[in-house]
């Protein structure tokens, strides 16, 4: 069993930066890759980016690619989502989700746990 709670998110204006943490319960953080998805209002949950077991493998929608930087501590059991250039179409709820593989996946059902998400808002 993992639980996930996510933190960081806010209101920020287009161009800004924010930081989001997903911290993880349990002693077994280190075998799932993690992964972060957004959902915005009237639209389904999409993948933003994934981090393999290790934090050696990462992969990003092209929405965000550049963008968008995905890091873990595996110590502090921890994913993070930097995100900079913000733009208003990237306001959405974030959630972070774990995934008992070795790369993760970009698609929602491949996740086992997921985290209760933060508001990110980007003011125009």
């Known amino acids: 069993q993992v639980q996930l709670v996510e933190s960081g998110g806010g209101l920020v204006q287009a161009g800004g930066s924010l930081r989001l943490s997903c911290a993880a319960s349990?002693?077994?953080?280190?075998?799932?890759?993690m992964g972060w998805f957004r959902q915005a209002p009237g639209k389904e949950r999409e993948f933003v980016a994934r981090?393999?077991?290790?934090?050696?493998?990462?992969a990003y929608a092209d929405s965000v690619k550049g963008r968008f930087t995905i890091s873990r501590d595996n110590a502090k059991n921890t994913v993070y989502l930097q995100m900079n250039s913000l733009k208003p179409e990237d306001t959405a709820v974030y959630s972070c989700?774990?995934?008992?593989?070795?790369?993760?996946?970009?698609?929602?059902?491949?996740?086992?746990?997921w985290g209760q998400g933060t508001q990110v808002t980007v003011s125009s």
């Open positions: 989700a774990a995934d008992w593989s070795i790369y993760g996946s970009n698609l929602v059902d491949a996740y086992d746990y």
């Open positions: 349990g002693r077994t953080f280190s075998g799932y890759a």
């Open positions: 981090i393999s077991r290790s934090g050696g493998n990462t």
